[in-house]
C-alpha cells in the first residue's frame, strides 16, 4: 500500500487540473511545478524575469513550509525556462534561497512553452 498525505496551502497557487501542490510519502515531498502566480491576487508576477523567479520562489517556499519542511530540506530542483539567456539572473534570485554549501542538486533546462506562456517553472524535492 502506497502511502501518500496531499499537501496543500492557500499561501500558493491553488492547482488549476488534476494534480496537487505537492505529496508526502515516507520522508519524501515532490512538489508540483511552481510559476509566478500570486496566490493573494491570483495575477501572474512576470514584470521582469527576477521578480517572476522570485514568485516561484515564494509560492514554493509556502508548499515546503505547508509540509513542515524549508529549502534546506531540499535535495533535488529542476527549473525550466523558455530562454537559456535568463539563466544568469533567474540563477541570482533562486540562489539567494539556498545555502551554497548545502544546496540541491539541480537541472535547468529551456523548454518551448510553459503553461500562462510564463519564463520559468521550478519543481522540488525535499526529504524530513
Not at 517572476?52 to 534546506?72: I, K
Request: without cysteine; aromatic residues 8%; proline residues 5%.
Amino acid at each position: 500500500i502506497i502511502m501518500k498525505k496531499i499537501i496543500y496551502t492557500e499561501n500558493a497557487p491553488a492547482p488549476i487540473g488534476p494534480y496537487n501542490q505537492a505529496v508526502l510519502t515516507g520522508n519524501t515531498l515532490y512538489t508540483s511545478g511552481q510559476i509566478a502566480i500570486n496566490p493573494a491576487t491570483g495575477e501572474l508576477v512576470t514584470v521582469t524575469i527576477e521578480a517572476e523567479t522570485e514568485q516561484v520562489m515564494q509560492n514554493m517556499r509556502a508548499v515546503l513550509e505547508a509540509a513542515g519542511m524549508t529549502f534546506e530540506n531540499v535535495i533535488k530542483s529542476t527549473i525550466f525556462i523558455t530562454d537559456m539567456n535568463d539563466f544568469g539572473k533567474i540563477n541570482t534570485a533562486y540562489g539567494s534561497y539556498f545555502n551554497e554549501k548545502t544546496a540541491p542538486a539541480r537541472e535547468t533546462v529551456q523548454v518551448a512553452g510553459l503553461p500562462k506562456n510564463v519564463n520559468v517553472e521550478i519543481s522540488m524535492i525535499a526529504i524530513l
